[in-house]
Nanobody
Framework: QVQLVESGGGLVQAGGSLRLSCAAS????????MAWFRQAPGKEREFVAA????????YYADSMKGRFTISRDNAKNTVYLQMNSLKPEDPAIYYC???????????????????WGQGTQVTVSS
């Protein structure tokens, strides 16, 4: 069983930065594709970014390109989301997600992820 625990959320002013972390349990982390999603009140869960197990390939939602960076440290079983230039539309609960090994389909589809963290709240003040 894989457990994911997010941290790093909080309150930040518009234009500021936050770095989210997601610590994963299990010995197969380095081969597991990971992603970040977010969900604002009253809205659908939204894809933010994804990263391959090797860390060699990353993918972003168009609205996050250039502002957010996903990365991972396989030695620490941790995936990160660096968020810069935060905007008033960025507040949400941010979730870390992991694919089951061998799963296929779009990186941006939440249904393709088998493992989820409990989420961490990001709030942006204007």
């Amino acid at each position: 069983q894989v457990q994911l625990v997010e941290s790093g959320g909080g309150l930040v002013q518009a234009g500021g930065s936050l770095r989210l972390s997601c610590a994963a349990s299990g010995r197969t982390f380095s081969s597991r594709d990971m992603a970040w999603f977010r969900q604002a009140p009253g809205k659908e869960r939204e894809f933010v970014a994804a990263i391959r197990g090797s860390g060699g390939s990353t993918y972003y939602a168009d609205s996050m390109k250039g502002r957010f960076t996903i990365s991972r440290d396989n030695a620490k079983n941790t995936v990160y989301l660096q968020m810069n230039s935060l905007k008033p539309e960025d507040p949400a609960i941010y979730y870390c997600a992991g694919r089951a090994h061998g799963s296929s389909g779009s990186d941006s589809l939440a249904a393709n992820y088998a493992y989820w963290g409990q989420g961490t709240q990001v709030t942006v003040s204007s």
